[in-house]
């Protein structure tokens, strides 16, 4: 079995952004040289996740407007009582990042086949940034044969 | 390592609706002859989810219940303006499943040791349809050696 | 491809606990002696979850205070009328623990490369208890090329 591991790296938009990142990820297959095996995709960060869903641009509001109402960011949280942890003064105050990572997940797993990953017509793999902005990884590992 | 490809489909309920397909997972681990190795089940749409849980009828309702309240298909989302959208006139409002589509997840790897999927007692692997009733796909891989 | 199979034990705490299961899987990395690779890491239990975040003790009372707050225990469930449905009279009462693990999610797959599982430096996997005190087993299996 082939490995080829590498990563992407992004600057990501303010407060919650969604990146469309199967452009990179076709890339990174292709560069494999790997035909027949599968992909992994991890997320590098605590306050973001790895979803599989549609890239169209008015839904990616609706995620943001439900994401802020299902967890308010200035709802009172222990983690964002920054004075009382061992942690730098500057930590940002981001639960509410936090557990939004929690439920959308951090991974992803997809089968390739003939070279082409084996997904539906309207889904696309994005990264969430939760906390932006920053900068950001995501590991993309490939497995296969040739 | 040896690697076979195969698809479940299935024609699902009205709304949500919760499938077992753990049987025909068995079936695609049975066919591929690999012992040992995993198992990787990715949807192939982007308001279904593939989720491992216990499949038990009354639980069953509970989730509909459960993601019906906690995202209303009635609210106002962006996505459901459909004539403001570059999409066919009779697409469906259907904002609410793209977002439990999300929480839920679209994959899951599960490892296969001896034959035999190494999940718990009461857990099935099951299609979780968000928007039916609709045919649906899902990518079942088999990696792994006899 | 070479394929080890191990499992976590281990006894959770009362109600919603959060238990960082980073040290056990390094373990089991390193006992494989699988240098490239890949590691699946599948929950056995239906009300328990698999979710890598940052493993802070005052981020870990947020999770609970959140997750009680978005399905109460108290709620009206079907699945918890223990005695309409076909199981032992001394089933728990834990429908609001299923519905967390839905959307906490039950498995993560990890990228491993040169001996050194590919996450972020606050990332670590975590085993959610949803309905503790148990005993609760975790599937981790490495694999890959020494």
Request: hydrophobic share 40%; aromatic share 6%.
């Amino acid at each position: 079995m082939k490995i080829i591991s590498s990563f992407i790296e992004l600057d990501t938009g303010e407060g919650i952004s969604l990146h469309d990142i199967m452009p990179d990820i076709k890339l990174a297959v292709a560069k494999s040289g790997i035909k027949n095996g599968f992909v992994t995709v991890t997320s590098q960060h605590t306050t973001t996740a790895i979803t599989i869903n549609e890239y169209e641009e008015r839904l990616l509001d609706d995620v943001k407007t439900f994401l802020t109402s299902l967890i308010p960011p200035n709802n009172s949280y222990l983690h964002n009582d920054i004075a009382l942890r061992d942690c730098p003064e500057d930590e940002p105050e981001n639960a509410h990042s936090h557990l939004a990572a929690m439920l959308l997940g951090s991974s992803e797993v997809i089968a390739l086949a003939e070279g082409v990953l084996v997904l539906g017509q309207y889904q696309s793999v994005m990264l969430y940034e939760l906390d932006g902005p920053r900068k950001r990884q995501v590991s993309v590992q490939v497995y296969g044969e040739e």
